[in-house]
């Protein structure tokens, strides 16, 4: 063990100090981008259907972290039971990892977008769509028991998700007298306070679905546009399409919390990512320039709910 890991270690051209003991170590994260947590992705997860996709909306999201704006691609489905609100970039990069998990796909180790060559037609349409960047949650609302979960994929393990469960959030909005078109649908407009945020929105009643990105509902039409008043978030319409194809969830092992416990966990996840990741010491995290990161690496962080 002590060889492997010290292989590992010169392979990607990091430092073996005398004082670790390489048979001590659990594990090496090399980081792209020190701003980011790492995703570790499912590669062994279950395909469950359980539902259909009515419609798909595709929303372009932009948040603000720190200083730094991040774009992003968003996929909400909606189904007659349950809707369905997640990262195609970061599903497709599941989906090609169980896939080079099978040996489906050879000569690739890791579920990177150097295996574009042996996509399916399918996974090729969603490649070219899907952003840049994954984004690490993804909402369900169960329709029939007014139970909305979110789940998101761990950051130290594989096939492991963390999720929390809360009663269907109820949202008061208050119509605004101003109207707009958003790609040629008729919208009116909104405005609610939920959970220490101001939002407007722009919703379509052309468009009879209660549903929107993230946790918006409650709405007479499907939500095409939505801003907090400080600008931090945006999510605007792209595209919309009626598949009718199924609804997917990704069965793994998860690790459930509750709302304040997940609210809490990842104040301190970006707060102090060593301390929660670190193993004691024994999860090494380096940069690609091969620098060790200290206690004080930190990641900026500015969370949807502020309550």
Not at 161 to 180: I, M
Not at 185 to 213: I, Q
Not at 241 to 263: A, D, G, I, M
């Amino acid at each position: 063990m002590k060889s492997i890991l010290t292989i590992i270690l010169l392979l990607f051209g990091l430092p073996v100090f005398a004082q670790i003991d390489p048979g001590q170590i659990s594990g090496i994260t090399v980081l792209s981008d020190p701003s980011e947590l790492y995703i570790f992705f499912w590669d062994k997860a279950i395909r469950d259907t359980v539902d259909t996709a009515r419609v798909e909306v595709v929303y372009n999201f932009r948040c603000r972290q720190g200083e730094q704006c991040q774009d992003y691609v968003m996929m909400l489905e909606v189904g007659a039971r349950h809707t369905k609100y997640y990262s195609p970039r970061l599903q497709l990069t599941d989906d090609i990892a169980m896939k080079v998990a099978a040996g489906l796909i050879r000569g690739s180790s890791s579920p990177g977008r150097d295996n574009r060559e042996q996509y399916t037609a399918e996974e090729l349409a969603i490649d070219s769509m899907a952003g840049k960047k994954e984004f690490n949650s993804e909402i369900w609302v169960d329709l029939a028991n007014g139970v909305l979960t979110e789940r998101c994929h761990d950051y130290q393990h594989r096939n492991l998700s963390l999720e929390y469960s809360e009663h269907r959030p109820q949202w008061e909005w208050q119509l605004l007298p101003e109207s707009d078109s958003i790609a040629g649908y008729a919208c009116m407009t909104a405005k609610a306070v939920f959970r220490g945020r101001e939002w407007k929105v722009w919703f379509a009643p052309e468009l009879p679905f209660n549903a929107g990105p993230w946790k918006f509902l409650d709405l007479p039409g499907l939500l095409l546009r939505a801003e907090d008043s400080q600008g931090d978030y945006v999510w605007e319409f792209h595209q919309l399409s009626q598949p009718t194809r199924p609804l997917v969830f990704y069965r793994v092992k998860s690790r459930v919390l509750r709302r304040n416990e997940w609210r809490k966990y990842m104040q301190r996840l970006h707060d102090s990512p060593l301390a929660v990741l670190g193993d004691n010491g024994r999860h090494l995290f380096y940069t690609k320039g091969a620098r060790q990161l200290t206690n004080d690496w930190t990641i900026p962080y500015n969370p949807l709910e502020l309550e």
